[in-house]
């Protein structure tokens, strides 16, 4: 099992500044990927950034050239940040994890909100 515990949102006015933190705990060692996921009301989770065990990263052509995703090298903790905030950007933010030994299995945290607006 892998337990995530995000920190770190709040409200920022537009063109501001945030780091979101995921702390990861039980067994870490076999995650292959991690990620951040965001959802506004009344729209789909969407994928925002992702990071491999290897430290290939990907985001969401919105978000590209203003958030920054990585982790430590332990699986530990990954962090999102977020700089040129947008009120678009206005989601609950979910971190995510996947494993996949034994078998391939996903892990989800609680969410944090993050609110951009003047």
């Known amino acids: 099992q892998v337990q995530l515990v995000e920190s770190g949102g709040g409200l920022v006015q537009p063109g501001g500044s945030l780091r979101l933190s995921c702390a990861a705990s039980?067994?870490?060692?076999?995650?292959?990927?991690m990620g951040w996921y965001r959802q506004a009301p009344g729209k789909q989770r969407e994928l925002v950034a992702g990071?491999?065990?290897?430290?290939?990263?990907n985001y969401v052509d919105s978000v590209k050239g203003r958030f920054t995703i990585s982790r430590t090298k332990a699986n530990s903790t990954v962090y999102l940040q977020m700089n040129s905030l947008k009120p678009e950007d206005t989601a609950v933010y979910y971190c995510?994890?996947?494993?996949?030994?034994?078998?391939?299995?996903?892990?989800w945290g609680q969410g944090t909100q993050v609110t951009v607006s003047s």
């Open positions: 990071i491999t065990s290897g430290d290939s990263t």
């Open positions: 995510n994890a996947i494993r996949l030994i034994p078998t391939i299995s996903e892990y």
């Open positions: 039980g067994s870490i060692f076999s995650i292959a990927v």
